[in-house]
């Protein structure tokens, strides 16, 4: 009889440089505002710098805006989003808005 041969599976590791996973942690947090300090209460977000995005939500929860933020972003370029934000104060009474922090 001839004889069975064993198949074996080898796991090789690649050559190379290896991957290090590093784990982000992510913390949401919910400020109810009025209308009138809306404005006011995003701007001091902005300048925080450890805010990843900002989500405006109207009192019955539907999102109205999401705004992403990046590191080392221009204070300029945000003046188009605070006249969004101000458009949405003057039609929203009250409104929670939900941070993501790094």
Do not use: W
């Not at 690649?14 to 784990?23: F, H, I, M, Q, S």
């Not at 972003?73 to 939900?98: D, K, M, N």
């Amino acid at each position: 009889m001839p004889a069975k041969k064993s198949a074996k599976k080898t796991t090789k590791k690649p050559a190379g440089k290896t991957r290090k996973t590093v784990k982000k942690i992510i913390k949401n947090e919910t400020i109810k505002v009025k209308g009138e300090h809306l404005i006011k209460t995003v701007k001091n977000l902005i300048n925080e710098g450890n805010v990843r995005r900002i989500t405006i939500k109207d009192k019955n929860g539907k999102q109205i805006i999401i705004i992403p933020l990046t590191i080392g972003v221009i204070g300029t370029v945000f003046a188009p989003v605070l006249a969004a934000v101000g458009a949405i104060a003057a039609l929203v009474t009250e409104c929670s808005i939900t941070v993501e922090r790094k």
